[in-house]
């Protein structure tokens, strides 16, 4: 519960400072950036259009928007999230007023992140594959005209979750805590 909007690639570098490629472990507390223009195969002809943003409640249909965006950057998406396929928030959003007011609104926060593995389609069809999330402390932004940018650090968090039923998957630092009798 309560993801903001941006996704992160499992290629990106900061996600690799141990384990394997099938387990990696982030670099914690390292600085970093995240790019709007997530897009880690340009030219590939898989998401013209997409800019690093999500539809976080998984509908196939259509374009958010910025204000449904700017909310969910701001205060996170209230509805849990399961992992698999979303559609992705054509169109340079981050580029929005509201979007930037509630990117400012975050620095010096941890916000959760969704983590994709693979990206396919164009545009307003361009499906993420979402595989887990990342706890990030956000320290700056940019964006404008056609470039975006996050910065800070990745980081362990607590958050309100599902609680899992398996370890078998990567530790990307962000775990939810259940009370059992």
Known sequence: MYVAPIVVNIL?????????QQRPIPCFGQPT??????????????AAGSFGLINLTGDPTGNI???VLAGWMDKGYD???????YSSAPSANFNNGQFQKALQD?????VLFPIY???????????YNVIGWIGFHVTSYHAGGNTGWVRGWFTKVIWRGIQSTSSSGSNWGSKTIQLVN
């Open 12 to 20: 990106h570098p900061a996600l690799h400072c141990g384990g394997t």
């Open 33 to 46: 950036e995240l790019d709007l223009l997530d897009l880690h195969h340009p030219g590939s002809g898989n």
């Open 65 to 67: 928007g910025a204000t």
């Open 79 to 85: 509805h849990m999230m399961p992992l698999g396929k």
């Open 106 to 110: 975050r620095i010096g926060d941890d």
């Open 117 to 127: 593995d693979t990206l396919t389609g164009p545009g307003s069809n361009a499906q």
